[in-house]
């Protein structure tokens, strides 16, 4: 007698949840079922980021870090479970590996004492952003979304990330993979479906800070340029991330563009 | 019974001498290292906003100019971009001299142009345009130790358009650092404060900049839009409102054209109950009254711990009371001439919707000249979160005061605004002040001080207030681009 199989039921990421998309829709690929987030998904996704930013923001470098750290053992662990090639897998782990590096070396790359010609001690230190939008592209599926949250979250940052539109099921086994790592619930959130229906919405939204778009795509980059600018968010603008010098090379540019410099003047005598 | 006259004390008036300025009665467009005669034909007035009399012409940029202005700054760009650093280091540092050198004429000039008191653009605007310029000269020869040791190259024609309320100081804050990173630069100054860039122009010629390097290119906003629309432009640079930074940001969408925005702010500056009240009190005023309060980073709402709320509000406008406003040319005004009659009008616009929202408002009495644009210090009490006083911009000489119990509500509230510039702390506990200052969501946090500037500490916004930074290693990276 052959045993039947015990299929998966994938769901989104969402405050540190495995949900349906509120709209009860669903795509189909590989013989799989899989969400299809509607705009009220985006919009509850962007409203656990929000809750869990200024706690991500808080814990120490070194917690961040080793959370990090944490995520890169349970991709690894998961072996073969992320539908992805071996050169994929590995690669983003060694992504996850070297931006786990980066969350305490950030300030002292970025920031430093102003010597300002008065008696203060006034310097300046990068901090997160706040809420990032990120769109991954459609490939590699795993590796070009790791290229793209990996930074997001060692500036500090938490993320709303729109999935590969044709092959989302790499990204929906990593959130099962973070989701048994330390990474808190809202910090990343993971959604499934049209890129062209989500990216709007996400773009669009008021407590957006930020966007990382590396669909590829120059009329969705102009239209998330466009909208944008109505709360005067920050962009950047990548190719996907192909291999590991892709994701690392350009690190301190990714960085940066998540970061915002803060500068505090305080006296010195009396 | 004896009878005791009262003494009225006072001080006699102290202008300052106009005579050693040399103004022209009208300005061409500076292309191409000379004054030229604008493609548009025209000639605009520059007012003296305190007499409402003319002081100069000067060209309108028209569509055809900014032409003329990318095509000029173009043909420059290969042989700057190829000077050695230490060359280019040598015009910044000649620059920074002749401002030195200058700084009377350029202050009186800054002065009756904008309506800003004489004592403050002779002792921050002039001065530290000069810093500025010299800070980043020293930075052309050493620019890849500014950025961490990246490759790095310059982006090209960058297009840089300034406010009114600091002129010469925003211009060096736009043009050092773009010169020192190999740009070359065409600058669009203020509509209602164009002089002192074009004696600025003068002094680009003086020190024998390359023509081309720097372009001013006068004119108001269409001549703005323009510019950052025209072809051939690497990098936008835009100092102003947030309306208009939004529009400029979309207007770039889709193009790749690296932006950096300084916006507007509403910046709270926070009085804790165990604050040096009198010196607290100092720093609200030189946050708010500072420059008639055209200032970006402005302490426009002031968090006032309520334990400390009646003294500090007493003690507050006591002290408002003595500010002399009237004659910016006069050494002794601290409050001068609200820049144009347009921003005039907007601060009473606000003024009378803070009093129709039920906060109640105390102007101080003072006697203003019949002529020019003028706005007394005023204080708004009873102010709630919800008030356009306590949300929107105002850019003029009206603090908004709230209060609150915790520190906690103080950073909530402080942190409730879609701007986030700057910000002010008074107290006098260390711990207390390094943890809010790390709480605020703001890019400059004082302590104990406000509206201080210096060319090696980073200036930008957070949120709506924009993005990038002008000042140190930071203000280096909006004119570079990484090479790979």
């Known amino acids: ?69 944490r995520a890169a053992e349970a991709v690894e662990s998961r072996g073969d479970g992320l539908g992805v090639s071996r050169e994929e897998r590995e690669a983003s782990v060694d992504v996850l590996l070297h931006y786990a590096g980066w969350t305490d070396k950030l300030p002292a790359v970025l920031g430093g004492v102003n010597p300002v010609a008065a008696p203060f001690l006034s310097f300046s ?88 778009d590396a669909a590829g795509d120059a009329e969705l980059s102009a239209e998330l340029d466009r909208l944008a600018a109505e709360t005067i968010k920050r962009v950047r603008h990548g190719e996907p991330a192909r291999s590991y010098e892709d994701a690392v090379g350009d690190a301190l540019e990714r960085l940066e563009a998540v970061t915002e410099l803060k500068t505090a003047w305080h006296p010195v005598g009396a | 019974m004896s009878v005791r006259t009262t003494v009225v004390w006072d001080y006699a008036p102290a202008p300052e001498s106009a005579d050693h300025v040399r103004l022209k009665d009208r300005y061409g467009l500076f292309i191409d290292g ?69 700084a009377r004429e350029l202050a009186v000039v800054e002065t009756l142009d904008g309506g800003k008191p004489l004592r403050e653009s002779r002792d921050v605007d002039i001065p530290l345009a000069a810093a500025h310029f010299f800070h980043y000269a020293g930075w052309a020869d050493k620019l890849r130790y500014g950025v961490n040791a990246r490759e790095v190259s310059p982006l090209g024609v960058v297009g840089q358009i300034v406010p009114w309320n600091f002129p010469l ?16 630069a065409i600058l669009k100054p203020a509509e209602t404060t164009p002089l002192t860039a074009l004696l600025l122009a003068e002094i680009c010629q003086e020190a024998e900049l390359p023509p081309g390097v720097v372009t001013v290119l006068t ?16 990098k936008v640079a835009f100092t102003g409102s947030t309306a208009v930074g939004r529009d400029i940001q979309a207007a770039l969408a889709g193009t790749n054209i690296p932006l950096t925005l300084e916006l507007g702010g509403k910046s709270a500056n926070i009085v804790f109950e165990d604050a040096a009240l009198d010196q607290a009190v100092e720093g609200i005023v030189n946050g708010i009254f500072f420059n008639q309060g055209h200032v970006c980073c402005a302490g426009s709402r002031l968090l006032i711990q309520e334990s400390v709320h ?83 911009e105002i850019f003029g000489p009206v603090v908004s005061v709230l209060t609150f119990r915790t520190q906690a509500e ?41 509206n201080h500037f210096d060319p090696t500490a980073a200036f930008g916004g957070y949120k709506e207030s924009g993005f990038g930074r002008e000042g140190g290693p930071a203000g280096l990276r909006p004119y570079l681009q990484i090479v790979q």
């Open chain 1, 1 to 69: 007698m052959t045993r039947l199989t015990v299929r998966k039921t994938y769901k989104l990421w969402i405050g540190g949840a495995f949900v349906r998309s509120e709209s009860g829709r669903y795509d189909e690929t590989d013989g799989f079922n899989f969400p299809r987030a509607s705009r009220k998904d985006v919009r509850d996704a962007v409203a656990a980021a929000r809750k869990a930013a200024g706690p991500w923001a808080a814990r120490t470098a070194y917690n961040r870090g080793q959370i990090l750290y």
């Open chain 1, 125 to 212: 230190l990068p901090e997160p952003t706040g809420v990032v939008g990120v769109v991954a592209p459609d490939a590699p599926a795993l590796l070009g979304l790791v290229a793209e949250i990996a930074p997001v979250l060692a500036a500090g940052n938490v993320a709303v990330a729109i999935l590969s539109e044709t092959a989302p099921l790499a990204g929906l086994d990593f959130a099962e993979a973070l989701g048994v790592s330390d990474v808190p619930g809202g910090v990343v959130n993971l959604l499934s479906g049209r890129r062209g229906e989500l990216a709007g919405a996400l773009g669009a939204h008021r407590d957006l800070n930020a966007i990382v």
């Open chain 2, 219 to 234: 004119g108001d906003g269409d001549t703005g839009a323009a510019l950052v629309r025209a072809p051939g432009l690497n």
């Open chain 2, 169 to 184: 100081l925003m211009a060096a804050w736009k043009l050092a650092p773009a010169l020192a990173c190999g740009n070359v």
């Open chain 2, 34 to 102: 000379d004054f030229s005669e604008p493609a548009s034909g025209r000639f605009v007035p520059s007012i003296n906003p305190a007499t409402e009399e003319p002081i100069a012409e000067v060209a309108y940029g028209g569509p055809d100019d900014v032409v003329a202005a990318v095509q000029s700054a173009r043909a420059a760009h290969p042989k700057w971009a190829a000077l050695p650093g230490l060359e280019r280091a040598k015009y910044l540092f000649r620059i920074a001299r002749l401002i030195q050198e200058r």
């Open chain 2, 310 to 392: 009646d003294e500090v509000i007493a003690k507050l406008w006591q002290r408002m009371r003595r500010l002399r406003v009237g004659d910016p040319l006069d050494k002794n005004t601290d409050v001068g001439a609200i820049n144009s009659a347009e921003q005039l009008a907007r601060i009473e616009a606000l003024v009378a919707a803070g009093e129709e929202e039920g906060a109640s408002r105390q102007t101080i009495e003072c006697e203003l000249p019949e002529r020019g644009y003028w706005f007394a210090p005023t204080l708004f009490t009873d102010v709630s979160p919800a008030h356009r006083i306590a949300v929107e």
């Open chain 2, 410 to 450: 103080a950073i909530e509230k402080a942190n409730n605004s879609r701007y986030g510039l700057a910000a002010g702390i008074w107290t006098d506990k260390g711990a207390k002040a390094f943890e809010v200052a790390s709480a605020l969501q703001a890019g400059v946090v004082w302590q104990n001080t406000y």
